[in-house]
């Protein structure tokens, strides 16, 4: 199963080591982590869920965390799309 997609004209920006989640069409600002900020890279890339937390366990150094991962990128998906951020989908599994 692949990421839900993200909304266009949303941009990711960071400054001075905060993550912003920037609707420029919406006009509204979401401050993020660095995690949910590369989650939120992965859904525009059409990555599968798999791939996802591989890519997050390899960067997090947390391999053998996948499970733990796995919950995080799922509430953190669930979350942009409830605030717009990505396309509605069915719950990512």
Do not use: H, K, W
Request: proline share 3%.
């Amino acid at each position: 199963m692949s990421l839900p997609r993200t909304t266009s004209g949303v941009i990711v920006q960071q400054q001075d080591g905060a993550f912003f989640l920037m609707d420029t069409e919406g006009g509204e600002v979401f401050r993020v982590n660095e995690t949910a900020a590369r989650i939120f890279e992965l859904c525009r890339g059409g990555t599968s869920l798999e791939d996802a937390v591989q890519t997050l366990a390899r960067g997090l150094e947390a391999q053998g965390q996948e499970a733990t991962i796995l919950a995080d990128v799922q509430r953190t998906v669930a979350q942009f799309q409830e605030l717009g951020l990505c396309e509605p989908s069915p719950a990512v599994r």
